[in-house]
């Protein structure tokens, strides 16, 4: 039996027809998508199911606005609305922190959220600078009007409410001053804004007689002053020269004028918006405080869109200070010494300064100052826990109220910590709620299984008390093997690492590096993380290394941490190892182990330097160095260097043996791809329908390139993409294809000796899949080892595409232990699905004309579009938006794969492509099956006695 | 007691028929040297020699009746190989089976065989006796042949082929 043949999904394709001809091969198409149908749908969960093998959590990401619920002039605070960085506008119940509704935007520009106004019934979103300005409906979340504002998507675009009633918004993008009404979104007048090429920023605030001021720095120019009157009419207009106004300046509108704070002069730049011809700059050294690199203003909460009186100056993370600004020069109010963030909360009358402090490393602490009569507030003052781990306090959201039983001043807070962390000081007394929002921010992945051997029995402690006796622990163990527990180590843009349970999604462990930023080639964020030792090497402890930039100095910066238990481990300092070099490339070499079982990283710097982790590695990479490669590739110059890694006395040094031009004029090089180094390939061929084998080209050193540009053509301009196949070890070119008429994104799923790719289809409007098989032919030219330097002849590459009727987000193909499972390809939908489809149906074998012969094989005949049908998402009706990756994991179970898919929400599961072969199914019956062994075992008992009674009889008669 | 040595069997009217009539009674030792009773014929030899006559013949015959048996199942099993068809299922699967069994059963029992063919051409015989449980066991062969059994081409080991071993490590990508 062909190992294909296990894929029992299929075994109906592989009973043959009778006879073929066109009535029977039409029958046969028939007949092939009713079974495919049927299979497709015996993936589907039961109702009693769901969620019994798979969790999903929701996040919202790092809070960027926040508006308390409130009743008519009173908050009550019950609810949170929250718009964050992942463009996602949430409400959040105070009590618990539970998502109560959530609307996700698409990502990028487009979806960013860039003001947030509320005013008791309604919400309102300005996203992507003012194209859209959105109104929902607060208590479910539903859309009430969307309106569409010519603006520039990149701009982030002020807003407020018009007057006190709120009848009104003001929306100011890049192009002009909207006043929106509120009820409906019509637009009530226009105002055109000056220099709309060059303004980066506009600063909108509201004067007592009613006039709109906005103010709009044109980076390394001017700033421009417009008034404008209530009726839209543009009173006056005043252009200033600020040379010194850049793209990150922050800047503030205080009280009747205009505050800047350059970090070039480390000073203040004030203009009076009334008559300010200049801006008058004050050195921050002259109010008595010493500029760090966090020095910048922070804006003060206002009432109803009036400029502040106020503005905070951040001088560091602990310390702060509250400056009024007015053409007589800038006053400190009150200096701010050990304050981590500070907001100013109102109350009718009342107006409290509320600042936050470290008290000790567990909790924090909240101090009111009154600002009328510069008095502390004792009332709002408390302290509340915050794990010191979630770096400091960065921003906070408070809400002031006056109690009901006794007319006291109270205080609701909600904080946004360092680690993206948010937490919320709801009820005084009480222990604040936390959500991990971090989790919206993953990057990098890997699932470690738990250990479940007799030696490492201790380890399991880890998931229940040590006093469990033998039974207890006899089905801790059966349970582990059956619920296939692994843990999940996700390393955040945030620079913070969680360990998490495969099983139920609980974090058991987490760590908060502040100086671990991520790599930003590409503009994409990326952190590193390599699983250096399994923990499959007792008594050696399993051992994870994440990798990343040091925010300090820029240089590769390395923790290395034991997965399962989340100790940090003293191969590296707790603050982390600064590698003293800016790494370019690090790939873990996966068939190189010390001897206590560790797993080397090979390091490039920025010299193409070699260096090794742990350094001792290099003795052990010495006797292989001949047989080490390594290939480059800078996108930024369009080229790919390749290297022979050759000892050179005691070092080891990277000799550059090819490069190849990729024309960067033309195309930019958007992503490589390489083989997973985990991937076992069962099958070393295919069989095919005369029962011949076509070898597969396993080249283990292919890497796929994918290079997408722009051509001119008579229609305009069109994208194409180029795909690239090269042995990464020699540099050839192993394959090359070129697209026409189409457009990135391209999403790759490279394995085994096949690569799957999506993208779009300008041509015909639509998303489109396309396959690329490689085979060596019939003959194997070297059976026992794959050399790239003695290469086989030129593989047989078979292509197919297909026509996917929903857009992606990115795709990947599940793996298991041994390879002999099927594989499924896992494609996250943006319609929020996340689909698994078998690789059986992106085959270039597919034939588009069925013989005995194909029917033989097993493959199906070719329809052009691929089978999106609901039952087999694989997360039903759990809907997943702004999907960044999914992770794909063996199971204890060879059937089994799982699957982990990340973005702003993780939803974890395991998928079976061939089901469960290895496994009893659930529906087995257990006790019928027992009753009737143990009957038969009874029956033989007695049937065995009763007969040597009755030969016993016999023999004397 | 000779004759029945040489023959499988033979009438005896004389002493033997009574002496194995009362059996369980003891035989005298003297038993050979009692008197024949009056109108028996003594001379048992002549019937004997009639079968010495008859018996080659006959042996041959026999001999060939049996050296012949399996070719004459070849008609048979080449009617049930068609009847059984090619497909793979439990039937075809049973007679495939029999058609191996009945020919293996046949050789190991060949030295039992063996035993009752004589005469002249009892060489030539036991090896037309050989070559028929041959030719059965080729044509079950075939039949496997036929209905794909027979793991005769390269995918029927692919699964015990090992994965090529890789010669070089590479790894690298995009600066970061």
């Known amino acids: 039996m062909t190992p294909e043949a296990i894929g029992i999904g299929y075994s109906p394709l592989l009973e043959k027809p009778k006879k073929v001809n066109s009535m029977a091969s039409a029958m046969w198409i028939a007949r092939a998508a009713g079974f495919l149908s049927l299979f497709l749908l015996t993936k589907a969960l039961y109702e009693d199911q769901a969620g019994t093998y798979d969790w999903k959590q929701d996040n919202v990401g790092k809070v960027t606005h926040v508006h308390w619920e409130s009743v008519g002039l009173s908050s009550t605070g019950k609810k949170l609305f929250v718009a964050t960085e992942r463009n996602t506008l949430a409400s959040l119940n105070t009590h618990d922190g539970a998502i109560g509704w959530r609307q996700v935007a698409e990502e990028g520009t487009r979806g960013k959220i860039d003001t947030l106004l509320y005013n008791g019934n309604y919400i309102i979103t300005v996203q992507a600078g003012g194209k859209f300005v959105r109104s929902w409906h607060s208590q479910t979340g539903n859309l009430h009007w969307e309106v569409y504002l010519s603006a520039e998507e990149s701009m982030s675009a002020p807003a407020s409410f018009l007057s006190k009633d709120k009848d009104a918004v003001l929306v100011a993008t890049s192009n002009a001053l909207y006043a929106l009404r509120t009820s409906d979104g019509k637009t009530e007048w226009e105002a055109n804004l000056p220099d709309s090429d060059t303004v980066h920023r506009w600063y909108l605030s509201l004067r007592e007689d009613g006039d709109v001021v906005a103010v709009g720095t044109s980076p390394g120019v001017r700033v421009a002053v417009v008034i404008v009157g209530q009726d839209g009419k543009v009173k006056t207009q005043r252009r200033v020269p600020a040379q010194w106004v850049k793209n990150e300046t922050s800047c503030q509108a205080v009280g009747e004028g205009f505050l800047c704070y350059t970090p070039d002069t480390a000073s203040l730049q004030f203009l009076s918006v009334q008559d300010g011809q200049v801006f008058v700059p004050t050195a921050v050294s002259e109010l008595g405080f010493s500029a760090t690199a966090e020095t910048c203003l922070e804006p003060v909460s206002t009432e109803a869109g009036a400029a502040s009186q106020w503005v905070l100056l951040r001088i560091s993370r602990q310390h702060m200070a509250l400056l009024s600004a007015s053409s007589k020069g800038v006053k400190v109010v009150r200096d701010l010494p050990k304050v981590e963030a500070a907001d100013v909360a109102y109350d009718g009358e009342n107006k409290v300064l509320l600042t936050v402090q470290r008290a000790d490393p567990e909790t924090v602490e909240f101090t009111g100052v009154d600002l009328t009569t510069m008095s502390e507030q004792i009332d709002v003052s408390q302290r509340i826990s915050v794990m010191a781990v979630h770096g400091s306090i960065e921003k906070i959201f408070p809400m002031l109220f006056t109690r009901k039983k006794d007319s006291k001043l109270g205080a609701k807070v909600l904080m946004v910590a360092q680690d993206y962390s948010l937490h919320c000081a709801h009820k005084a007394g009480k222990s604040p709620w936390r959500r991990e929002e971090a989790l919206a921010y993953m990057v990098a992945v890997e699932m470690v299984d738990l250990p479940v051997s007799e030696n490492e029995a201790k380890f399991e402690d880890e998931f229940g008390s040590s006093k469990d006796d033998i039974l207890a622990m006899f089905v801790k163990r059966i349970k582990v093997q059956v619920l296939q527990l692994h843990m999940i180590v996700a390393v955040t843009a945030a620079g913070k690492v969680y360990g998490i349970r495969s099983h139920n999604g609980k974090i058991v462990w987490q760590h908060f590096f502040p100086d671990l930023a991520p790599f930003k080639g590409q503009g994409q964020e990326k952190l590193l993380l390599f699983v250096q030792r399994t923990t499959a090497h007792f008594p050696h402890s399993p051992q994870c290394a994440v990798l990343g930039v040091s925010k300090k100095t820029g240089n590769g910066l390395l923790f290395t941490i034991n997965p399962v238990t989340g100790a940090m481990l003293k191969d590296t300092p707790l603050s982390g190892l600064d590698l003293g070099y800016k790494v370019i490339q690090a790939q873990l070499m996966n068939d190189l182990h010390d001897e206590n079982f560790l797993k080397g990283i090979v390091l490039v710097d920025s010299d193409i330097k070699i260096h090794f982790f742990p350094t001792s590695m290099k003795s052990v990479v010495q006797p292989h160095s001949g047989t080490m490669y390594l290939h480059l590739t800078n996108p930024d110059v369009g080229t790919m260097n390749g290297y022979w890694l050759v000892a050179k006395g005691e070092d080891i040094v990277a000799e550059q043996v090819w490069n190849i031009d990729l024309q960067r004029s033309q195309q930019v090089i958007t992503g490589i791809y390489g083989k997973r180094p985990i991937e076992h390939v069962h099958s070393q061929g295919r069989v095919l329908g005369d029962r011949s084998v076509l070898y597969k080209y396993l080249n283990p050193n292919l890497v796929v390139l994918i290079g997408e540009g722009e051509e001119a053509s008579p229609k305009g301009p069109s994208g194409f993409f180029n795909l690239y196949l090269v042995d990464a070890v020699t540099g050839h070119m192993v394959f090359h294809e070129h697209h026409k008429r189409t457009r990135g994104p391209i999403s790759i799923v490279h394995s085994e000796n096949w690569v799957v790719y999506s993208f779009y289809s300008e041509k015909h409007r639509r998303c489109e ?158 006790f019928f099956i027992g009753t009737v062994l143990s009957l038969m075992i009874l029956v033989s008992v007695v049937s065995q006695k009763l007969a040597a009674r009755k030969a016993l009889n016999r023999a004397w008669k | 007691m000779s004759a029945k040595r040489r023959h499988k069997w033979a009438i005896d009217f004389a002493g033997s028929s009574r002496s194995r009539g009362d059996r369980g009674a003891v035989v005298p030792a003297h038993h050979e040297a009692l008197p024949v009773p009056v109108g028996c014929v003594t001379d048992t030899t002549g019937v004997a020699d009639r079968v010495k006559d008859v018996d080659p013949n006959l042996i041959v015959k026999r001999s060939w009746d049996i050296a012949l048996g399996p070719i004459k199942q070849v008609p048979m099993n080449m009617f049930i190989m068609w009847m059984a068809g090619s497909s793979i299922s439990i039937f075809p699967i049973m007679m495939v089976g029999m058609m191996f069994f009945r020919p293996i059963q046949a050789m190991l029992a060949i030295q039992n065989t063996f035993k009752s063919i004589e005469g002249q051409q009892a060489a030539f015989q036991k090896l037309v006796y050989i070559l028929g449980n041959l030719v059965c066991l080729a044509m079950a062969v075939y039949k496997c042949q036929v209905m794909g059994l027979l793991p005769t081409h390269a995918s029927d080991w692919l699964a015990f082929a090992q994965p090529q071993q890789r010669m070089e490590w590479s790894g690298g990508g995009a600066y970061l």
């Open chain 1, 769 to 926: 899949m396309a396959v690329l098989e490689l085979y060596e032919g019939k003959e194997q030219s070297n059976a026992t080892a794959f050399s790239s330097l003695t290469p086989p002849p030129s593989p047989l590459v078979l292509r197919q595409s297909y026509i996917i009727p929903v857009s992606l987000f990115t795709m990947s193909s599940t793996v298991t232990e041994k390879g002999i499972t099927n594989k499924n390809l896992i494609i996250a939908l943006r319609v929020g699905g996340v689909l698994s489809l078998p690789k059986a149906l992106l085959d270039p074998r597919r034939p588009s004309i069925p013989t005995q012969e194909t029917a033989e094989e097993g493959t199906i005949p070719y329809i052009p579009e691929l089978p999106v049908s609901t039952e087999s998402f694989i997360n039903y009706n759990r809907s997943i938006f702004n999907v960044r990756g999914i992770h794909t994991s063996p199971a204890g179970l060879e059937s089994t794969s799982l699957v982990l898919v990340y973005g702003i929400d993780l939803f974890c599961t395991r998928v079976m492509p061939s089901k469960m072969f290895d496994v009893l199914k659930e529906d087995f019956d257990y």
